[in-house]
C-alpha cells in the first residue's frame, strides 16, 4: 500500500464499515427482538453499538464485568511510559446513552441454550433470541505458571502494570525473558513488538540488560524482515532471539523458563502461553474447531456451526482470521448486519468482507505496520485473504509512529463513542 492509499485507509476506518454489508429496511421487522452480547471489547462493543445503530428496536444488552475497559492495542506504550492506562481505558456509557444498549456489570457463568438464556455471575437469568458471544481468550495453563509472580500482560490492565513494575525494578545489568506461544494467537507481531519497546526501554534506562525471545514458531511469523532488521541491527546485543523453543513448564519464584531448549533463568519473566478461545466458548460446547480451542462459525453470520441462535466473534471465533482487535471491529459488522437480517426473516449478506490492520510501535519515535483483507469464499465456504489486498510497511518510519496514533483513535471511537 502507498503513502496515500494508507492516508485514505487510515481515514475510512468506517472503511471497515464500508468493507461490511448494511441493514436498509429491515429495522421495524426486528421490533423488540431481543439480543444478548457477551463481552465488551473490540467485538462486542462494536457488535452491540452497531445493532442498535442500524436496528434501533432492538432490545440489545451488553454483559461485560468491567465497568472500563482496557485496551491491549498500544498497551506496550505503557510498558515504556508513553501512556498511562487511564489512556487506553474506555466506559461503556456513550453505548448506553446514545445508542440505547442496556449495560449489565456482571460476568455470563452459563448458557442454556435449550431455554436460551444466559446465567449472570449472581445467578439471575436473561433471555436472548440470538445470541453473541465476544469472550476474547483465555490461556492454557502451565505447569507452575503463576500469573501473580509471572504476568503475561496480554490482556491489559492490572497485568500490564504488574509487568511495568517489574520491568521498572530490574536490576542493573539484568536479564528480560519472554516466550511467544504457537500461532494462532492474538497479534501476530504484538510479541515482537513488545520485545522491541522492551529492548528500546532497556537501551536508554538500564544499560548491559538483555531481553531474551523464546519464540515456539519456526520464525518470526509476520514482518520478519523489520522484526530481524530490528533484533538484528537496532537492538544488536540487546535482543537475543531464538526460534522453534516450546515452554514447558515454569518456576515462577525463582522467575526461571523450562523449555525445549533448556532452562532460562531471568529477572522479569514474561510468559505468554498458548491461547483458546474465551472461558465461557469452551464450557458451552461451542469450541467445536478440529484443535478443540476455537469457535467454529458460518463465516457470512458468524452463527455458531454447534448450536443455532449463538453467533461467535473476535478472537474465539474460527475463521482462520488474525486474532486482532480491527478484524474483530469488522467481524462484529458482518455479525451485527446478519443478526438483523435474520431477526427479520432474511439471509446474512452473501459476500462479507473484513479487512485487518496492526500498528507496531518499535521504539518511541518509530513504528510498522501491516494490514490485510479478507473476503468471503463461496467455493470453500472460508474467509480467504484477497489476492494483492494489503501488505506491510517497508521498515519503519516516525511517519507510521504518528499514523498509529490516529488508526487507534479512529478504532477507539468507531467502537466505544
Ligand atoms: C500488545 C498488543 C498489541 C495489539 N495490537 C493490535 C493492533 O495493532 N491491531 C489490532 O487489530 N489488534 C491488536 N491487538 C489485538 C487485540 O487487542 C485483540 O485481538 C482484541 O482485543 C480482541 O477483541 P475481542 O473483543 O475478541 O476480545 P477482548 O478485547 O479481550 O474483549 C473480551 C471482553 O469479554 C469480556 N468477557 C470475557 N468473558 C466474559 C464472560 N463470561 N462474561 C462477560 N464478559 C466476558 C472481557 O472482560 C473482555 O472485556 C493487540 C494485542 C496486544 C496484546
Redesign the pocket.
Known amino acids: 500500500m502507498n503513502t496515500s492509499s494508507r492516508r485514505n485507509f487510515l481515514k475510512s476506518l468506517g472503511g471497515a464499515t464500508a468493507l461490511a454489508s448494511f441493514p436498509t429496511l429491515l429495522h421495524a421487522a426486528t421490533n423488540g427482538s431481543r439480543v444478548i452480547v ?8 462494536t457488535a452491540a453499538k452497531y445493532l442498535k445503530h442500524w436496528s434501533p428496536d432492538l432490545n440489545v444488552t451488553l ?4 465497568a472500563q ?1 482496557r ?6 506504550l505503557v510498558l515504556n511510559g508513553q501512556r498511562a492506562l487511564g489512556d487506553i481505558s474506555f466506559n461503556y456509557n456513550t453505548l448506553n446513552t446514545k445508542y440505547g444498549v442496556n449495560i449489565v456489570t ?4 452459563g448458557i442454556d441454550s435449550a431455554a436460551k438464556m444466559v446465567e449472570l455471575s449472581d445467578g439471575s437469568k436473561l433471555e436472548y433470541d440470538r445470541l453473541i458471544v ?4 483465555s490461556f492454557n495453563p502451565v505447569d507452575g505458571l503463576d500469573f501473580a509472580k509471572v504476568p503475561h500482560a ?3 490492565g492490572e497485568q500490564l502494570l504488574l509487568l511495568k513494575q517489574q520491568l521498572d525494578a530490574m536490576p542493573i545489568g539484568g536479564t528480560f525473558v519472554m516466550t511467544i506461544p504457537p500461532s494462532p494467537y ?2 501476530p ?2 510479541p515482537y ?2 520485545a522491541c519497546i522492551i529492548a528500546d526501554y532497556l537501551k536508554t534506562n538500564n544499560p548491559g540488560a538483555k531481553v531474551v525471545v523464546l519464540d515456539a514458531n519456526p520464525d518470526i511469523i509476520v514482518e520478519k524482515e523489520t522484526f530481524s532488521h530490528a533484533f538484528d541491527v537496532t537492538y544488536k546485543g540487546i535482543v537475543e532471539y531464538h526460534k522453534s523453543v516450546t515452554l514447558e513448564s515454569v518456576d515462577s519464584d525463582a522467575r526461571t523458563a523450562f523449555t525445549s531448549a533448556g532452562e532460562f533463568k531471568s529477572d522479569v519473566l514474561n510468559v505468554i502461553p498458548v491461547h483458546s478461545a ?3 466458548v469452551l464450557d458451552s460446547g461451542l469450541a467445536n474447531h478440529a484443535t478443540g480451542r476455537w469457535a467454529d462459525v458460518n463465516p457470512i453470520s458468524y452463527e455458531s456451526t454447534a448450536i443455532p441462535d449463538i453467533h461467535i ?4 471465533q474460527g475463521t482462520g482470521q488474525p ?6 471491529n469488522a467481524e462484529a459488522k458482518v455479525c451485527a448486519d446478519a443478526v438483523i437480517r435474520l431477526l427479520a426473516g432474511g439471509l446474512p449478506y452473501a459476500a462479507p468482507m473484513t479487512n ?5 510501535p518499535i521504539s518511541t519515535t518509530t513504528a510498522s505496520w501491516l494490514t490485510a483483507v479478507y473476503g468471503y469464499d463461496a467455493a470453500t465456504d472460508t474467509m480467504k485473504k484477497v489476492v494483492g489486498s494489503g501488505g506491510a510497511s517497508i521498515g519503519v518510519s516516525r511517519e507510521n509512529h504518528r499514523d498509529m496514533f490516529t488508526w ?1 483513535n479512529s ?1 477507539f471511537d468507531d467502537t466505544f463513542a
Open positions: 457477551i463481552g465488551g471489547g473490540f467485538a462486542g462493543a454483559v461485560e464485568p468491567n475497559y485496551s491491549p492495542i498500544l498497551s506496550n456482571k460476568w455470563v457463568q465476544a469472550p476474547g481468550i496480554w490482556q491489559s492474538r497479534c507481531p504484538g513488538e513488545r474465551g472461558k465461557i466473534i473476535g478472537d474465539s486474532k486482532a482487535g480491527h478484524i474483530a485487518s490492520a496492526c500498528y507496531s487507534a478504532l
